[in-house]
């Protein structure tokens, strides 16, 4: 069985997030590994030269990255006190390029990031990027997908799959 030192969890600030640090915090005390968290501040809405013109989406988007960084910095610290150690980075930009620099730096060897299954905001945000991360990087890829909202007639259970390369 192959064995995990530094384990990365890919954090967009989202809710849907959490449930990938806590799978990160899980396996980092399974393997005794160093946890690094690596929060991507990518802002859609002035990148590339492109602004979408409803703000009310600019302001959801906002609102709920704030939400779920709260909460997620409260599960960090919890796991500070406890013992693990845990590196926290936050990097603007293009998430490919922060995301293999910051496993080239750490020697990642696991990777932990959302598997888009998330609302229609998240994944017009988010979408493309998953596929340009599996095929650029140097390291085991874990994607952890979360269920679909209850109100959704399909909604399937929580599901976690795996890369190597």
Same mark, same amino acid.
């Given at each position: +069985?192959?064995?995990? #030192?530094?384990?990365?969890?890919?954090?967009?600030?989202?809710?849907?997030?959490?449930?990938?640090?806590?799978?990160?915090?899980?396996?980092?005390? $399974?393997?005794?590994?160093?946890?690094?968290?690596?929060?991507?501040?990518?802002?859609?809405?002035?990148? #590339?030269?492109?602004?979408?013109?409803?703000?009310?989406?600019?302001?959801?988007?906002?609102?709920?990255?704030?939400?779920?960084?709260?909460? *997620?910095?409260? +599960?960090?610290?919890?796991?500070?006190?406890?013992? *693990? &150690?845990?590196?926290?980075?936050?990097?603007?930009?293009?998430?490919?390029?922060?995301?293999?620099?910051?496993?080239?730096?750490?020697?990642?060897? $696991?990777?932990?990031?959302?598997?888009?299954?998330?609302?229609?905001?998240?994944?017009?945000?988010?979408?493309?990027? #998953?596929?340009?991360?599996?095929?650029?990087?140097?390291?085991?890829? +874990?994607? &952890?997908?979360?269920?679909?909202?209850?109100?959704?007639?399909?909604?399937?259970?929580?599901?976690?799959?795996?890369?190597?390369?």
């Amino acid at each position: +069985m192959e064995t995990f #030192n530094n384990i990365l969890v890919v954090s967009r600030s989202t809710q849907h997030c959490i449930k990938v640090l806590r799978t990160g915090i899980a396996f980092a005390r $399974l393997y005794n590994a160093r946890l690094h968290v690596l929060h991507i501040i990518h802002d859609p809405f002035s990148v #590339n030269g492109w602004n979408l013109p409803i703000p009310s989406l600019e302001e959801e988007y906002r609102h709920m990255v704030a939400k779920a960084r709260k909460e *997620l910095d409260l +599960m960090i610290q919890a796991e500070k006190a406890e013992g *693990l &150690v845990v590196n926290e980075w936050v990097k603007d930009g293009n998430p490919v390029d922060a995301i293999r620099e910051t496993v080239e730096q750490e020697q990642v060897d $696991l990777i932990l990031m959302l598997g888009h299954r998330e609302g229609r905001l998240e994944h017009f945000l988010f979408g493309k990027t #998953n596929d340009a991360i599996i095929r650029q990087l140097p390291a085991t890829l +874990m994607l &952890v997908s979360s269920p679909l909202p209850a109100s959704r007639p399909s909604a399937a259970p929580a599901t976690v799959s795996m890369s190597t390369e």
